[in-house]
Protein backbone atom coordinates (compact mmCIF):
# COMPACT_ATOMS: atom_id res chain seq x y z
CA UNK A 1 0.00 0.00 0.00
CA UNK A 2 1.28 3.16 -1.03
CA UNK A 3 2.23 6.10 1.89
CA UNK A 4 3.05 9.80 1.77
CA UNK A 5 6.95 9.05 1.00
CA UNK A 6 5.70 6.73 -1.71
CA UNK A 7 3.36 9.94 -3.43
CA UNK A 8 6.62 12.14 -2.79
CA UNK A 9 9.00 10.07 -5.03
CA UNK A 10 6.36 9.16 -7.91
CA UNK A 11 5.72 12.93 -7.99
CA UNK A 12 9.13 13.87 -8.45
CA UNK A 13 9.44 10.84 -11.21
CA UNK A 14 6.41 12.52 -13.14
CA UNK A 15 8.24 16.15 -13.05
CA UNK A 16 11.24 14.03 -14.42
CA UNK A 17 9.27 12.78 -17.04
CA UNK A 18 7.35 15.82 -18.33
CA UNK A 19 10.92 17.39 -19.01
CA UNK A 20 10.64 15.41 -21.90
CA UNK A 21 7.20 16.44 -23.60
CA UNK A 22 7.03 16.94 -27.11
CA UNK A 23 10.88 14.51 -27.96
CA UNK A 24 9.44 11.15 -26.92
CA UNK A 25 7.10 10.29 -29.67
CA UNK A 26 6.20 7.43 -29.95
CA UNK A 27 7.30 6.41 -26.79
CA UNK A 28 5.54 7.55 -23.43
CA UNK A 29 7.24 10.35 -20.99
CA UNK A 30 8.49 7.98 -17.98
CA UNK A 31 10.90 9.25 -14.91
CA UNK A 32 12.69 7.12 -12.49
CA UNK A 33 14.11 7.94 -9.23
CA UNK A 34 15.94 5.45 -6.69
CA UNK A 35 15.95 5.86 -3.04
CA UNK A 36 17.94 4.29 -0.89
CA UNK A 37 18.18 5.46 3.54
CA UNK A 38 15.73 8.32 2.50
CA UNK A 39 18.19 9.58 -0.18
CA UNK A 40 18.01 10.15 -3.73
CA UNK A 41 21.07 8.08 -5.19
CA UNK A 42 20.18 8.27 -8.98
CA UNK A 43 17.41 9.45 -11.34
CA UNK A 44 16.58 10.21 -15.02
CA UNK A 45 14.14 10.12 -17.38
CA UNK A 46 13.67 8.94 -21.27
CA UNK A 47 14.90 11.82 -23.36
CA UNK A 48 13.71 10.25 -27.04
CA UNK A 49 13.06 6.88 -28.35
CA UNK A 50 15.77 5.01 -29.06
CA UNK A 51 17.53 6.45 -26.23
CA UNK A 52 17.93 5.07 -23.12
CA UNK A 53 14.98 4.36 -20.64
CA UNK A 54 14.13 6.20 -17.65
CA UNK A 55 14.72 3.11 -15.20
CA UNK A 56 18.55 2.74 -16.78
CA UNK A 57 19.72 5.81 -16.54
CA UNK A 58 18.68 6.10 -13.08
CA UNK A 59 20.04 3.01 -12.68
CA UNK A 60 23.39 4.19 -13.95
CA UNK A 61 23.64 6.76 -12.24
CA UNK A 62 23.32 5.32 -8.47
CA UNK A 63 25.84 2.67 -9.63
CA UNK A 64 26.32 -0.28 -6.64
CA UNK A 65 24.08 2.35 -4.63
CA UNK A 66 20.89 0.73 -6.71
CA UNK A 67 21.59 -2.54 -4.62
CA UNK A 68 18.77 -2.71 -1.83
CA UNK A 69 17.14 0.41 -2.92
CA UNK A 70 13.49 1.29 -3.99
CA UNK A 71 12.78 2.65 -7.48
CA UNK A 72 10.33 4.61 -7.91
CA UNK A 73 8.52 4.91 -12.20
CA UNK A 74 6.19 6.83 -13.02
CA UNK A 75 5.30 3.67 -15.86
CA UNK A 76 5.23 0.08 -15.22
CA UNK A 77 9.05 -1.04 -16.48
CA UNK A 78 9.35 -2.71 -19.78
CA UNK A 79 9.94 -6.53 -19.89
CA UNK A 80 10.26 -7.20 -23.68
CA UNK A 81 13.22 -5.99 -26.20
CA UNK A 82 12.78 -3.06 -28.40
CA UNK A 83 15.24 -0.59 -29.27
CA UNK A 84 16.83 -1.47 -26.05
CA UNK A 85 16.98 -4.38 -23.22
CA UNK A 86 14.23 -4.66 -20.47
CA UNK A 87 14.44 -2.74 -17.76
CA UNK A 88 12.82 -5.04 -15.79
CA UNK A 89 16.27 -7.32 -16.22
CA UNK A 90 18.37 -3.77 -15.47
CA UNK A 91 16.61 -3.55 -12.25
CA UNK A 92 16.58 -7.13 -10.86
CA UNK A 93 20.51 -7.20 -11.96
CA UNK A 94 20.91 -4.54 -9.58
CA UNK A 95 19.78 -5.16 -6.80
CA UNK A 96 16.64 -3.31 -6.38
CA UNK A 97 14.45 -4.67 -3.25
CA UNK A 98 11.17 -2.90 -4.31
CA UNK A 99 9.36 -0.83 -7.20
CA UNK A 100 6.55 1.55 -6.86
CA UNK A 101 5.10 2.61 -9.99
CA UNK A 102 2.20 4.99 -11.46
CA UNK A 103 0.40 3.30 -13.90
CA UNK A 104 0.49 -0.30 -15.51
CA UNK A 105 1.64 0.56 -19.35
CA UNK A 106 -1.33 -0.59 -21.43
CA UNK A 107 0.85 -1.36 -24.51
CA UNK A 108 -0.14 -5.49 -25.41
CA UNK A 109 3.50 -6.99 -25.27
CA UNK A 110 4.11 -4.94 -21.53
CA UNK A 111 0.38 -4.99 -19.74
CA UNK A 112 0.54 -6.05 -16.52
CA UNK A 113 3.97 -8.83 -17.92
CA UNK A 114 6.82 -6.08 -16.46
CA UNK A 115 5.00 -6.58 -12.78
CA UNK A 116 4.65 -10.08 -12.94
CA UNK A 117 8.66 -10.43 -13.89
CA UNK A 118 9.75 -8.21 -10.92
CA UNK A 119 7.87 -10.64 -8.50
CA UNK A 120 8.44 -13.58 -9.81
CA UNK A 121 12.18 -12.03 -9.12
CA UNK A 122 11.41 -11.48 -5.68
CA UNK A 123 11.02 -7.34 -5.54
CA UNK A 124 8.39 -6.01 -3.51
CA UNK A 125 5.40 -4.11 -5.84
CA UNK A 126 3.19 -1.04 -5.03
CA UNK A 127 1.29 0.17 -7.79
CA UNK A 128 -0.87 3.11 -8.90
CA UNK A 129 0.43 5.47 -6.73
CA UNK A 130 -1.13 9.02 -8.63
CA UNK A 131 -1.98 7.13 -11.25
CA UNK A 132 -4.35 9.68 -12.27
CA UNK A 133 -1.65 12.32 -13.05
CA UNK A 134 0.39 9.78 -15.02
CA UNK A 135 -2.17 9.09 -17.16
CA UNK A 136 -3.21 12.93 -17.73
CA UNK A 137 0.94 12.91 -18.33
CA UNK A 138 0.78 10.33 -20.86
CA UNK A 139 -2.39 10.84 -22.26
CA UNK A 140 -1.45 11.03 -26.00
CA UNK A 141 0.11 7.18 -25.21
CA UNK A 142 -2.49 5.55 -24.05
CA UNK A 143 -4.61 6.63 -26.59
CA UNK A 144 -2.22 5.71 -29.45
CA UNK A 145 -1.00 2.60 -28.20
CA UNK A 146 -4.71 1.20 -27.17
CA UNK A 147 -6.78 2.52 -30.04
CA UNK A 148 -3.48 3.14 -32.74
CA UNK A 149 -5.33 6.48 -33.54
CA UNK A 150 -3.42 9.89 -32.60
CA UNK A 151 -4.99 11.71 -29.80
CA UNK A 152 -6.74 14.70 -31.36
CA UNK A 153 -6.40 18.14 -29.72
CA UNK A 154 -8.73 21.13 -31.10
CA UNK A 155 -6.78 25.19 -30.35
CA UNK A 156 -9.50 27.79 -32.06
CA UNK A 157 -8.94 31.03 -31.00
CA UNK A 158 -12.41 33.36 -30.75
CA UNK A 159 -13.81 36.42 -29.57
CA UNK A 160 -16.36 36.48 -26.59
CA UNK A 161 -19.00 35.97 -29.06
CA UNK A 162 -17.55 33.03 -31.17
CA UNK A 163 -16.22 34.36 -33.80
CA UNK A 164 -13.12 33.50 -35.83
CA UNK A 165 -13.48 36.84 -37.62
CA UNK A 166 -15.20 39.67 -38.81
CA UNK A 167 -17.77 39.76 -41.64
CA UNK A 168 -15.00 40.62 -44.51
CA UNK A 169 -13.00 37.30 -43.43
CA UNK A 170 -10.90 39.56 -40.86
CA UNK A 171 -8.94 37.28 -38.53
CA UNK A 172 -5.07 38.73 -37.80
CA UNK A 173 -4.90 39.04 -35.05
CA UNK A 174 -7.97 37.94 -32.33
CA UNK A 175 -5.54 36.90 -29.54
CA UNK A 176 -3.01 38.46 -27.85
CA UNK A 177 1.13 37.61 -28.65
CA UNK A 178 0.86 35.32 -25.74
CA UNK A 179 -1.73 33.01 -26.79
CA UNK A 180 0.31 33.26 -30.36
CA UNK A 181 2.82 31.93 -28.30
CA UNK A 182 0.99 29.03 -26.55
CA UNK A 183 -0.14 27.92 -30.24
CA UNK A 184 3.30 27.38 -31.19
CA UNK A 185 4.02 25.44 -27.99
CA UNK A 186 1.34 23.42 -28.82
CA UNK A 187 2.58 22.68 -32.31
CA UNK A 188 6.13 21.99 -30.65
CA UNK A 189 4.30 19.15 -28.68
CA UNK A 190 2.32 17.51 -30.69
CA UNK A 191 3.23 15.00 -33.78
CA UNK A 192 1.15 16.71 -36.30
CA UNK A 193 -0.71 19.79 -37.01
CA UNK A 194 -3.66 20.12 -39.16
CA UNK A 195 -5.89 22.16 -41.46
CA UNK A 196 -8.25 22.61 -44.08
CA UNK A 197 -8.31 24.17 -47.39
CA UNK A 198 -10.13 27.71 -46.13
CA UNK A 199 -7.59 28.10 -43.69
CA UNK A 200 -4.95 27.60 -46.13
CA UNK A 201 -6.87 30.11 -48.56
CA UNK A 202 -7.32 32.45 -45.96
CA UNK A 203 -3.97 32.65 -43.90
CA UNK A 204 -1.35 30.83 -46.50
CA UNK A 205 0.20 29.45 -43.16
CA UNK A 206 3.50 27.65 -42.87
CA UNK A 207 2.56 25.94 -39.46
CA UNK A 208 6.08 25.23 -38.31
CA UNK A 209 7.28 26.26 -34.89
CA UNK A 210 8.85 29.55 -34.02
CA UNK A 211 8.36 31.51 -31.25
CA UNK A 212 9.77 28.54 -29.14
CA UNK A 213 12.48 26.18 -28.88
CA UNK A 214 10.98 22.57 -30.68
CA UNK A 215 10.69 20.29 -33.97
CA UNK A 216 8.61 21.50 -36.33
CA UNK A 217 6.05 18.98 -37.05
CA UNK A 218 4.12 17.06 -39.71
CA UNK A 219 2.63 19.91 -41.49
CA UNK A 220 -1.07 18.61 -42.82
CA UNK A 221 -3.85 19.97 -45.56
CA UNK A 222 -6.91 17.66 -45.46
CA UNK A 223 -8.98 18.67 -48.69
CA UNK A 224 -11.26 17.23 -50.78
CA UNK A 225 -10.79 19.29 -54.03
CA UNK A 226 -7.39 20.77 -53.03
CA UNK A 227 -9.39 24.19 -54.52
CA UNK A 228 -6.70 26.68 -53.03
CA UNK A 229 -3.33 28.25 -54.87
CA UNK A 230 -0.23 26.25 -56.04
CA UNK A 231 2.15 28.31 -54.92
CA UNK A 232 1.13 27.80 -51.04
CA UNK A 233 4.01 28.38 -48.27
CA UNK A 234 3.11 24.92 -47.09
CA UNK A 235 4.37 23.33 -50.37
CA UNK A 236 7.14 26.09 -51.38
CA UNK A 237 8.84 25.31 -47.66
CA UNK A 238 8.87 21.85 -47.82
CA UNK A 239 12.68 21.36 -47.69
CA UNK A 240 11.89 18.52 -44.40
CA UNK A 241 9.21 16.75 -46.61
CA UNK A 242 7.24 16.84 -43.63
CA UNK A 243 3.99 18.24 -45.40
CA UNK A 244 0.87 15.89 -46.14
CA UNK A 245 -1.86 16.13 -48.14
CA UNK A 246 -4.78 14.72 -47.20
CA UNK A 247 -7.39 14.12 -49.73
CA UNK A 248 -9.74 12.11 -52.69
CA UNK A 249 -8.37 9.48 -54.58
CA UNK A 250 -9.29 11.76 -57.25
CA UNK A 251 -7.49 14.86 -56.50
CA UNK A 252 -4.64 12.70 -55.80
CA UNK A 253 -4.21 11.62 -58.80
CA UNK A 254 -3.98 15.31 -60.48
CA UNK A 255 -1.00 16.21 -57.42
CA UNK A 256 2.05 17.10 -58.85
CA UNK A 257 4.32 18.83 -56.32
CA UNK A 258 7.17 17.78 -55.28
CA UNK A 259 8.43 16.41 -51.61
CA UNK A 260 5.22 16.22 -50.64
CA UNK A 261 3.27 13.02 -48.51
CA UNK A 262 -0.14 12.04 -50.04
CA UNK A 263 -2.94 10.15 -48.53
CA UNK A 264 -5.96 9.11 -49.96
CA UNK A 265 -8.62 9.38 -48.06
CA UNK A 266 -12.26 7.36 -48.00
CA UNK A 267 -15.07 9.26 -48.73
CA UNK A 268 -18.40 9.27 -47.24
CA UNK A 269 -21.99 11.44 -47.61
CA UNK A 270 -20.28 14.16 -45.33
CA UNK A 271 -16.78 14.32 -47.55
CA UNK A 272 -13.43 12.57 -46.95
CA UNK A 273 -13.27 10.60 -43.79
CA UNK A 274 -12.30 11.56 -40.61
CA UNK A 275 -12.03 8.05 -39.52
CA UNK A 276 -10.05 6.97 -41.96
CA UNK A 277 -8.01 9.86 -42.00
CA UNK A 278 -7.19 8.61 -38.03
CA UNK A 279 -6.41 5.50 -39.03
CA UNK A 280 -4.17 6.27 -41.84
CA UNK A 281 -2.29 8.67 -39.68
CA UNK A 282 -1.58 5.89 -36.53
CA UNK A 283 -0.97 3.69 -39.49
CA UNK A 284 1.86 6.25 -40.81
CA UNK A 285 2.75 6.59 -36.47
CA UNK A 286 1.17 9.49 -36.10
CA UNK A 287 0.46 9.69 -32.37
CA UNK A 288 -0.99 13.20 -31.60
CA UNK A 289 -2.33 15.72 -33.93
CA UNK A 290 -3.23 19.56 -33.21
CA UNK A 291 -6.25 20.72 -35.48
CA UNK A 292 -5.92 24.33 -35.56
CA UNK A 293 -9.04 24.75 -38.12
CA UNK A 294 -10.84 26.57 -39.43
CA UNK A 295 -14.32 26.43 -38.74
CA UNK A 296 -15.71 23.58 -41.12
CA UNK A 297 -12.80 21.15 -39.51
CA UNK A 298 -13.26 21.88 -36.45
CA UNK A 299 -17.22 21.90 -36.94
CA UNK A 300 -16.66 18.11 -38.50
CA UNK A 301 -14.37 16.92 -35.62
CA UNK A 302 -16.49 17.71 -33.49
CA UNK A 303 -20.04 16.46 -35.06
CA UNK A 304 -18.15 13.13 -35.08
CA UNK A 305 -16.95 13.25 -31.45
CA UNK A 306 -13.27 12.73 -32.77
CA UNK A 307 -11.62 15.64 -30.11
CA UNK A 308 -10.01 14.28 -27.09
CA UNK A 309 -9.07 17.93 -25.84
CA UNK A 310 -10.13 21.33 -26.75
CA UNK A 311 -7.73 24.38 -26.22
CA UNK A 312 -10.08 27.59 -26.54
CA UNK A 313 -8.77 31.20 -26.23
CA UNK A 314 -11.32 33.89 -26.28
CA UNK A 315 -9.96 37.20 -26.37
CA UNK A 316 -11.62 40.25 -24.89
CA UNK A 317 -13.41 41.39 -27.66
CA UNK A 318 -17.14 41.26 -29.35
CA UNK A 319 -17.09 40.93 -33.09
CA UNK A 320 -20.74 40.82 -33.73
CA UNK A 321 -21.21 39.53 -37.39
CA UNK A 322 -18.63 37.90 -38.49
CA UNK A 323 -17.30 34.11 -38.78
CA UNK A 324 -18.01 31.72 -36.45
CA UNK A 325 -16.06 29.37 -34.88
CA UNK A 326 -18.58 26.25 -34.92
CA UNK A 327 -20.92 25.26 -37.45
CA UNK A 328 -24.33 23.51 -36.91
CA UNK A 329 -23.36 20.40 -35.10
CA UNK A 330 -27.17 19.25 -35.50
CA UNK A 331 -27.90 19.54 -31.59
CA UNK A 332 -31.83 20.55 -31.50
CA UNK A 333 -31.65 19.54 -27.67
CA UNK A 334 -29.63 20.50 -25.01
CA UNK A 335 -29.06 16.89 -23.74
CA UNK A 336 -26.75 16.26 -26.74
CA UNK A 337 -24.50 19.29 -26.12
CA UNK A 338 -20.99 18.53 -26.16
CA UNK A 339 -19.60 19.01 -22.28
CA UNK A 340 -16.82 18.19 -20.40
CA UNK A 341 -15.80 16.08 -17.64
CA UNK A 342 -12.79 18.06 -16.68
CA UNK A 343 -11.62 21.52 -17.56
CA UNK A 344 -9.84 24.45 -16.35
CA UNK A 345 -9.97 28.17 -17.13
CA UNK A 346 -6.58 30.78 -16.81
CA UNK A 347 -5.20 33.38 -18.75
CA UNK A 348 -2.69 34.05 -21.16
CA UNK A 349 -1.83 37.55 -21.14
CA UNK A 350 -5.24 39.60 -21.44
CA UNK A 351 -7.14 36.30 -23.35
CA UNK A 352 -8.88 33.35 -21.21
CA UNK A 353 -8.02 30.00 -21.82
CA UNK A 354 -10.45 27.16 -21.44
CA UNK A 355 -8.84 23.66 -21.35
CA UNK A 356 -11.48 20.64 -21.25
CA UNK A 357 -12.24 17.18 -21.62
CA UNK A 358 -15.56 16.06 -23.26
CA UNK A 359 -17.52 13.34 -22.00
CA UNK A 360 -17.93 10.32 -23.47
CA UNK A 361 -20.24 9.71 -25.64
Not at 28 to 50: C, D, S, T, Y
Not at 104 to 132: F, Q
Not at 343 to 350: A, F, H, L, P, S
Request: proline residues 3%.
Amino acid sequence: MADKADEKYIEMALKLAEKARGKTSPNPMVGAVIIKNNRVVGQGFHRKAGTAHAERVALRKAGKLANNSTIYVSLEPCCHVGRTDPCTDAIIKAGVKKVVYAIKDPNPIVNGCGIKCLRKAGIEIVGNVLAKQAKRLNEVYLKYITTKRPFVVLKMAQSIDGRIATSTGHSQWISGPGSLKFAHKLRAEYDAVVVGAGTVKADNPSLTVRLVKGNNPYRIIISRNLDFAKDINLYKFNNDNKTIIATSAKSAEKLKAKNLIIWKIKENKNGLSLSDFLDQAGQFGISSMLVEGGSGLATSFIREHLVDKYHFVIAPMIIGKGMDTIKDLGIRHLDNAIRFKEYEVGKIGKDCLFTGYPEDK
